[in-house]
């Protein structure tokens, strides 16, 4: 049985008190007029830190851009008096969005995690894989954190509903009344109707990783494999379940925060990313367990299929993030390339950084089959890899949000320690509730004699 060591303990709880401090001064430090929004972006760029407002393609259409250029030369005075007011109000927007999309962006960062490693146990039991029954466990303690993560970013949906910030643009009426488009998409993008689809993903996803989790430990105790075989099924059914909701949860909680552009690959990129993270985060807690003494049956094998799996969905990420990428920088299409212009123009550290570490790096390092067997490289490969995809996430969200007026300050860092700490915590006390082995899976002698 895992103990959880008082110095992992302190350590998250240390995590989550700085973390809310952190949020809580970014709160607190957003504007609350458009005098205090111009004097921050006034004294960002006499500090040489502030971005310019060139573009703004999330919420602003391009001729926005030829007005104020026309406004700047004295022409259409009268109209001009009225765009620099709505300009000033989308700037207080951006900035009061701030701390709001640094908190979303961790939250649905660690969330997706867990919702990640529950895709990849689904497809370890419906594919009755033998070599992985000893990390059952470990997989089952991650997916413990969609309980907690998932009310959190639900509740993150319901304030947004209730107009306490403006990250979704569509769930503002008057928006929506002078946009034909918005129009158009109101009857699915609606507020009732997306917090009822939020619902319904969060209720099957907790379901199934909880119904799942209880049938594991029955087999423990049982005298036949009546409850492995429903735990098949289940899977089974759930992969299909999951794989239409990942990708409608992807357009409701990612893509509609920028409701002009749409991708058809957007979910089956979003899912690679969460894909990613989950196998990885399963290899880093696998291999700490390990070395503090428990999973002494997991091996080297074990391991490099692990990073197997990380290195493949890189590439596969990759694959996804390129066809997207190079089919709209190839047509061209206003409403399409207005997505990664912004990114181009006001996100270029974040966007390159992303596409570095989730690429050139594993490409790189984990290329070679020997390096996937040593722990240490596997641990270092995969710090790097998660840092690589809350990048990702950030550069999905923070454009559409904040525009050009984004950082990483502290309320990014106050996302990251806050849910970084309670995904810990709840993880690791959820592994101290049950033996880390299973006993009577079919394929649990399998997995230990797992070589190659």
Do not use: C
Request: net charge negative; proline share 3%; hydrophobic share 50%.
């Amino acid at each position: 049985m895992y103990t959880f060591s008082n110095r992992l303990k302190i350590g998250s709880f240390i995590a989550m008190g700085l973390g809310l401090i952190f949020l809580a001064i970014g709160f607190i430090s957003a504007p609350s007029t458009v005098e205090e929004a111009k004097a921050i972006v006034a004294a960002a760029h006499d500090d040489g830190h502030g971005g310019g407002h060139g573009e703004e393609a999330t919420h602003h259409s391009s001729s926005d851009a030829a007005h104020a250029e026309k406004d700047s030369h004295g022409e259409e005075a009268a109209h001009g008096e009225g765009h620099d007011a709505s300009h000033d109000e989308h700037l207080l927007h951006q900035l009061q969005n701030r701390p709001w999309a640094a908190l979303y962006v961790a939250a649905f960062f660690f969330f997706m995690i867990a919702l990640g490693v529950l895709a990849f146990y689904a497809v370890q039991r419906a594919s009755q894989a033998g070599w992985s029954p000893l990390l059952f466990r470990v997989m089952e303690g991650i997916t413990a954190y969609m309980v907690p993560g998932g009310i959190i970013v639900f509740v993150i949906l319901v304030l947004s509903v209730m107009h306490m910030n403006h990250m979704f643009v569509w769930m503002d009426a008057d928006v929506v009344a002078h946009d034909k488009l918005l129009q158009g998409k109101a009857g699915y993008l609606n507020p009732t109707f997306f917090l009822v689809r939020a619902a319904i993903f969060l209720g099957g996803w907790i379901f199934y990783r909880e119904y799942s989790r209880k049938l594991s430990l029955a087999q423990d105790e049982s005298d036949d494999n009546t409850n492995f075989v429903k735990n098949f099924r289940w899977s089974a059914g759930f992969l299909v379940f999951y794989l239409v909701t990942e990708s409608m949860m992807s357009w409701d909680w990612i893509m509609s925060l920028d409701p002009h552009w749409f991708s058809t690959l957007f979910g089956w990129y979003v899912f690679a990313s969460m894909f990613v993270s989950g196998i990885t985060m399963i290899a880093i807690i696998a291999i700490y367990l390990k070395s503090k003494g428990y999973l002494e049956q997991v091996n080297d094998s074990h391991i490099h299929d692990l990073a197997k799996f990380m290195f493949g969905i890189s590439i596969f990420w990759t694959y996804l993030w390129f066809a997207q990428f190079m089919l709209i920088w190839y047509a061209n299409i206003p409403e399409e390339v207005t997505y990664f212009v912004a990114r181009l123009e006001d996100y270029k550290l974040p966007f390159f950084t992303m596409l570095a570490l989730n690429f050139i790096f594993p490409l790189l390092v984990l290329m070679n089959s020997d390096y996937k067997r040593v722990n240490w490289f596997v641990i270092m490969t995969g710090i790097v890899l998660l840092f690589g995809h809350y990048l990702d996430v950030f550069n999905m969200v923070m454009p559409a949000t904040v525009g050009d007026q984004w950082h990483l300050g502290l309320p990014e860092i106050g996302g990251i320690l806050f849910f970084g700490g309670l995904f810990v915590f709840w993880v690791f006390n959820t592994l101290t509730k049950q033996p880390l082995q299973p006993k009577r899976n079919p394929f649990i002698e399998e997995s230990r004699q797992f070589h190659y």
